[in-house]
């Protein structure tokens, strides 16, 4: 019988796509991003009709939470959460967490608090499925290039988080950072938990660098260390203090970054530059 052109294209690539799979390791990792956001677009496709019901409402984060929970087994990752005591139980509260990759998915969905929703760039509610989704969950979108739009919203926010016993999940740095260690914090977050005076609660993924790393094409299975630190009370601060309180936080984030990812710091003298360690003891020296 006789193959058609397009019959003959589809072989070829069945056989061509596992051979460059196995033996590329750039098509590898192509294909394990591609299907990592093309999964959770096909599973949001399932969450909006369950969380239409409600309609937009925080506890639809839990539908999502549920849903996602399981990419860590498809994909190889451990993950291991340290300091679970240290998340309040009955009270509003800001967790501020460090954000290296999408990845940061899998660690925020294993520890999410209850009623926990995490503030995102307007771009991603025009992400699809995944946005419409999101928006049902209550995420809480801001367009960062209009600063009286960003501070309307944290202030609208703040109101909210005491009146319906909301939590904030933030990524203060603003961006993704891959370089191993974080970057500045944006002060959002902070002038929230000062004007909502709830406290903030550091969360801190440790480097992805042993099993995911973009600039390499590297996406293998590996552990990921997840630390809750203990919380941090803004009651009796101001708006003076938030500066003071996004760099305390992120000293302390920092630090703790660094012992996770077993990062080591030559001995004194022997490095050059603006390095995670020398940021580590640049921050240690202003306390």
Not at 228 to 248: F, M, N, Q, S
Request: some cysteine; glycine content about 6%.
């Amino acid at each position: 019988m006789d193959l058609s052109v397009a019959q003959g294209l589809l072989i070829c690539l069945l056989i061509l796509v596992p051979l460059l799979y196995e033996w590329s390791p750039t098509f590898k990792f192509f294909c394990k991003m591609a299907f990592f956001y093309s999964w959770i677009l096909a599973l949001a496709v399932l969450a909006i009709p369950i969380c239409a019901v409600r309609g937009r409402n925080v506890e639809n984060m839990k539908v999502l939470q549920f849903m996602l929970l399981h990419i860590k087994y498809l994909y190889g990752i451990k993950i291991d959460v340290k300091g679970w005591e240290n998340f309040p139980l009955k009270e509003p509260y800001v967790v501020v967490s460090n954000h290296q990759s999408s990845v940061d998915l899998l660690g925020m969905m294993e520890v999410l608090p209850s009623r926990c929703v995490p503030i995102a760039k307007r771009e991603l509610m025009y992400a699809g499925t995944a946005g419409l989704a999101c928006w049902l969950a209550g995420v809480i979108f801001i367009n960062r290039k209009k600063t009286d739009d960003a501070i309307s919203v944290m202030s609208e926010t703040a109101q909210t988080m005491l009146k319906e016993d909301v939590r904030v999940w933030v990524f203060p740095e603003g961006t993704r950072n891959h370089d191993g260690s974080m970057l500045p914090f944006k002060r959002g977050a902070f002038h929230l938990a000062v004007q909502a005076r709830v406290p903030i609660i550091p969360v801190v993924m440790s480097s992805y660098k042993d099993f995911y790393n973009i600039k390499e094409n590297k996406f293998t299975t590996g552990t990921c260390v997840v630390r809750i630190l203990p919380r941090i009370d803004t009651k009796g601060l101001t708006p003076d203090d938030v500066a003071d309180l996004a760099d305390h936080t992120r000293q302390t984030m920092l630090s703790t970054f660094l012992q996770l990812s077993s990062t080591p710091c030559p001995a004194s003298g022997e490095h050059a530059g603006h390095t995670p360690c020398s940021a580590e003891r640049e921050t240690h020296d202003v306390q």
